[in-house]
Nanobody, 125 residues
């Protein structure tokens, strides 16, 4: 497994979770890192991204203001803090990297080459 996503679980609406993305193969501050999610029967959706070089961040409209992406370079870990969770946030969450170092953030999941195994987030109403 190239990347490891963890931190998912079952939470009530309004609750919080923090997801982590770690790797022993890559230096994450060299890469744009994306968090994506996929609900059953739905397409994979971009949630949040953090740029490798300058740490610039981007959020999908549905999570903007509720989620926060960050990176701890000492731990080589990218986090996704998810607050005010809603049932529609339910899905498998993946972290992913593009094939090239220093590539810019892309909102298109097809531009990401390395994927973690995913972590399930379930938000009950």
């Amino acid at each position: 497994v190239q990347l490891q996503a963890s931190g998912g679980g079952l939470v009530q609406a309004g609750g919080s979770l923090r997801l982590s993305c770690t790797t022993s193969r890559f230096t994450l501050d060299d890469y744009a890192v994306g968090w994506f999610r996929q609900a059953p029967g739905k397409e994979r959706e971009g949630v949040s991204y953090i740029n490798g070089r300058d740490g610039a961040t981007w959020y999908g409209d549905s999570v903007n203001g509720r989620f926060a992406i960050s990176r701890d370079d000492a731990k080589n870990t990218v986090y996704l803090q998810m607050n005010s969770l809603k049932p529609e946030d339910t899905g498998v969450y993946y972290c992913a990297l593009p094939n090239e170092r220093f590539a810019s953030i892309s909102e298109d999941y097809r531009n990401y080459y390395y994927w973690g195994q995913g972590t399930q987030v379930t938000v009950s109403s």
